[in-house]
């Protein structure tokens, strides 16, 4: 759902699964022991690589073999966890989005052969195929070209790669979760958004859908008036650790009203829900008003797959059970009315003080004073 109205845009495509032998690159590895890569193919990987696209390999091969040639080409490192074997392609292409966590939907596959594209399309039908022949052009089709373009998001993949090493780490780790996030030395940063980073909080609206708590994308020119909006605070989260910057990972959106917060939009990133992202910033959130005497109300909507994102209100203390001072802004907002009130749900929490997160370095200003 859009707060704007009249925009016909496809799903953008979050990651492009390549077939290799006659798709990515001209001849068959196996048969024909030498193979190219087309000029026009590789301008094609690297464009989709600098908008923020991932890319990865479902391939009917020798894995060493192949990953040796793909090196040999210079852009095997393009491409993030790659599935290359004698397997069905389907179950390759759904252990890449499962590892992802990506819907279907958001998962394109490309492949010289129909039998191939028809098997994924059977097992998978959201998944968007493409016949290799169309692999050139694919930077010029609308599902291939998001809405914004910024430093997150040209460095997507460099942060999903650092984030592999994390997991690899922590599947190693010995003893209580928490003690592995400690050693991670993670700091979340929350800041009032610039003009600049504007793009980076729309394209959060865009790409989140299961930690997206009311499913509603906010358009540039819609943030920059609230941005002028004295009662509103728009907020971008980033976080870091030790092997690197996971950028802007979480965006809230608040309106104040007297004696009561109103959290009209919380979204953060799936990469970082196993950190507890959510929990703290709402934690914070309560922490913050309970300071300032204000009672708390937050916008949810359930989709098909936000359900994590209710787990977390719930978790954080808020109910569904309403406060006198809400009525105003039910009144004003129009819940329950329009676009933007259809299946809105108002949870309430009366604030208390928090504890600091055990598990990272939170710096947060003091905005609400």
């Known amino acids: 759902m859009s707060d704007t109205a009249g925009e016909d845009r496809p799903a953008t495509v979050k990651c492009l ?7 990515l690159w001209q001849g068959t590895l196996l048969e024909d022991g030498q193979v190219a890569l087309a000029d026009e193919v590789r301008k094609a990987v690297i464009e989709l690589d600098s908008r923020g696209i991932l890319q990865s390999v479902s391939s009917k091969n020798d894995h060493d073999h ?100 994390r997991e690899a780490e922590r599947a190693e780790a010995t003893g209580p979760d928490e003690e592995f996030l400690r050693t991670l030395d993670m700091v979340m940063r929350v800041g009032r958004a610039t003009g600049e980073e504007l793009s ?33 605070e728009v907020l971008v989260v980033t976080l870091t650790d030790r092997f690197g910057p996971h950028g802007a990972v979480g965006v809230l ?17 799936c990469r970082v829900v196993s950190y507890g992202a959510g929990a703290t910033l709402l934690n914070w959130l309560a922490d913050a008003a309970a300071g300032a005497g204000a009672h708390l109300v937050a916008d949810f909507r359930a989709t098909e797959r936000n359900r994590m994102m209710e787990i977390a209100y719930r978790f954080a203390g808020f109910d569904d059970q309403p406060c006198s001072c809400a009525a105003a802004l039910t009144d004003e907002a ?20 928090r ?15």
Do not use: C
Not at 17 to 23: A, Y
Not at 355 to 369: G, K
């Open 17 to 23: 699964v390549w077939d290799l032998d006659n798709t």
């Open 334 to 353: 129009g819940a329950g009315t329009g676009p933007e009130g259809e299946g809105l749900q108002r949870l309430h929490l009366v604030p208390e003080a």
């Open 66 to 165: 192949a990953w040796a040639r793909l090196e040999a080409l210079g852009i095997a490192e393009y491409f993030v966890l790659p599935e290359i074997g004698w397997g069905a392609k389907s179950e390759a292409v759904r252990r890449i989005a499962d590892r992802l966590n990506f819907a279907h939907s958001a998962v394109a596959f490309i492949d010289d052969q129909p039998a191939e594209r028809a098997e994924v399309a059977f097992h998978l039908p959201e998944v968007r195929g493409y016949p290799a022949e169309q692999a050139p052009d694919l930077p010029g089709l609308p599902e291939f070209t998001p809405a914004t373009s910024t430093v997150d998001s040209r460095r997507r993949r460099a942060m999903y790669q650092a984030g592999f090493r």
């Open 200 to 232: 980076r909080v729309e394209e959060l609206t865009l790409r989140t859908s299961q930690m997206n708590a009311t499913g509603v994308h906010y358009s540039d020119a819609r943030l920059r008036s609230l941005l002028a909006d004295p009662r509103h």
């Open 253 to 269: 959106l608040l309106e104040r009203h007297p004696e009561m917060w109103h959290l009209k939009l919380l979204a953060t990133s």
């Open 355 to 369: 504890p600091a997160p055990t598990t990272l370095r939170l710096e947060a200003p003091a905005l609400f004073v």
